[in-house]
């Protein structure tokens, strides 16, 4: 027991020294000339984040694990850990993208990396797993804007430029009375990081009065330019 003792404090005053180095530099960085208040609080954050993973896993049996993997391959499909993004090419290749993973889409410009993440947030959502769609380019008007023409097949050329016809504003309208039902989130930050998205929830986007869906409870879509990182988590029971 005193071994147990021992090692239990020890492993406090490492974590207490740890907490003490991220004062001491959050001290320097706050008053360094060219200090902003935005880099600071995302670095906070994943220092935060950082501590907070420190601790160190027990060893675990293989026969425990092997339980466990046997029980996850038994579920419905539906309800494994991971989501698959609804795009056969990829699925096949990738498998289900797993909670605690960041899978980046990068390419250049144009070529469709927001069109992608967008279509996988829509499959997620569609599959009753809320999304939080946080973008750093697009305003969430622009967002749901391409969502719709996907959903309608109306070109977005067409919309920009006001040469849609009564066919298409009908389709649209269609396409909103479906997107409606999903349970789908849009923020448009001025700036924010993975960190931040996947920290405590008063850093993250505040939802609407009346949503009692809790960010622990989104499968998450982050958007970031030049590129898109998709960042999955478990469903809360």
């Not at 016809?165 to 990081?193: H, N």
């Not at 879509?221 to 469903?235: C, D, K, Q, R, Y």
Request: charged content about 25%; proline content about 7%.
């Amino acid at each position: 027991s005193n071994v147990r003792f021992y090692a239990h404090r020890i492993r406090q005053l490492s974590e207490l020294r740890g907490m003490l180095d991220t004062a001491y530099e959050l001290q320097q960085r706050v008053h360094a000339d060219d200090a902003d208040p935005e880099v600071i609080a995302s670095w906070l954050d994943a220092r935060r984040e950082q501590l907070a993973h420190k601790s160190i896993s027990p060893a675990r049996l293989a026969k425990a694990v092997a339980m466990e993997v046997l029980e996850e391959l038994d579920k419905p499909a539906d309800t494994r850990r991971g989501v698959l993004t609804g795009i056969p090419a990829i699925d096949n290749v990738l498998g289900a993208l797993l909670p605690g993973e960041v899978t980046l889409i990068a390419a250049r410009p144009g070529v469709g990396k927001t069109s992608l993440a967008t279509q996988i947030a829509v499959h997620t959502a569609e599959h009753k797993r809320p999304v939080l769609y946080a973008s750093l380019e697009m305003t969430d008007r622009e967002l749901v804007q391409r969502m719709l023409c996907a959903a309608a097949g109306v070109n977005g050329i067409r919309i920009r430029t006001r040469r849609f016809d009564s066919a298409d504003r009908l389709r649209l309208v269609e396409a909103a009375g479906q997107i409606a039902t999903l349970p789908l989130w849009l923020w448009s930050p001025p700036s924010t990081t993975l960190s931040r998205l996947r920290g405590p929830p008063q850093r993250g986007p505040k939802i609407q009065q009346g949503e009692s869906t809790p960010l622990n409870r989104f499968s998450k879509v982050v958007f970031a330019a030049p590129f898109v990182a998709l960042s999955f988590t478990p469903l809360a029971a």
